[in-house]
């Protein structure tokens, strides 16, 4: 069963008991009834909230989700830039990040409060879609510089990461990379990441077009 007919689940027990407890108002007088109404009026609201909150929260890391807002839309093209220099683009056609959740993937912070601090720049991002002052597209920036170590959750230990020849330029190179004391968006090596300003003028790459797991571009 899937979350949304979880949910679905649990609002129609809801909404059935809280109709029995209201068409027979005489039953509370008895001890099952008082259960069944306490049920129905504290324990069954309370988890249709819990478990549609869940279902959001969960929806929420969806990359369809994140390109739903019209601001991300350009993001999302940027994801099909036919170029290997362009991190986010390069990552989502070879799926080294689940392309369902390439924007959770690469976006939350890797540590212990991670995703709460994922959900709590999502509401934020929220109150500015609907109550705010949308940014253009190209004028949307990360809160903080991103973090090695969001890289290193997947790279780290990897042959190709450990062994790149880039990495391995001049003498602690690769541990000044680990530390996170040099980043890897500097300009001298992975510089290039949505670059939205530059889509009018980018080779897209376009993908097979019975491939489910690319329905975004558009």
């Given amino acids: 069963m899937s979350p949304g007919q979880i949910v679905v689940a649990v609002i129609a027990i809801a909404a059935a008991s809280a109709f029995v407890v209201a068409a027979w108002p005489t039953m509370t007088r008895e001890r099952g009834g008082k259960i069944l109404t306490f049920f129905a009026l504290f324990i069954f609201p309370a988890a249709v909230a819990l478990s549609g ?8 890391k969806e990359t369809q989700f994140c390109l739903s807002c019209h601001t991300m839309s350009e993001h999302g093209r940027s994801l099909f830039i036919d170029d290997p220099s362009y991190i986010p683009a ?22 212990m409060y991670g995703d709460v601090a994922a959900k709590m720049r999502g509401l ?16 949307i920036k990360l809160y903080t510089p991103y973090n090695n170590r969001e890289c290193l959750h997947c790279h780290a230990g990897a042959r190709s990461f450990e062994e790149a020849s880039a990495h391995q330029r001049k003498p602690g190179q690769l541990a000044a990379i680990k530390s996170n004391s040099m980043s890897c968006m500097n300009g001298k090596c992975h510089e290039f990441t949505h670059d939205v300003e530059s889509l009018k003028d980018a080779k897209m790459w376009e993908p097979k077009s019975n491939d489910p797991t690319t329905t975004i571009k558009n």
């Fill in 53 to 60: 909150g869940f279902w959001h929260l969960e929806r929420s």
């Fill in 90 to 111: 390069a990552h989502y056609q070879n799926s080294r990040v689940p392309r369902d959740q390439a924007c959770y993937t690469c976006h939350k912070d890797y540590t």
């Fill in 124 to 139: 934020r991002h929220v109150y500015v879609q609907y109550l705010g002052n949308r940014p253009e597209p190209a004028k």
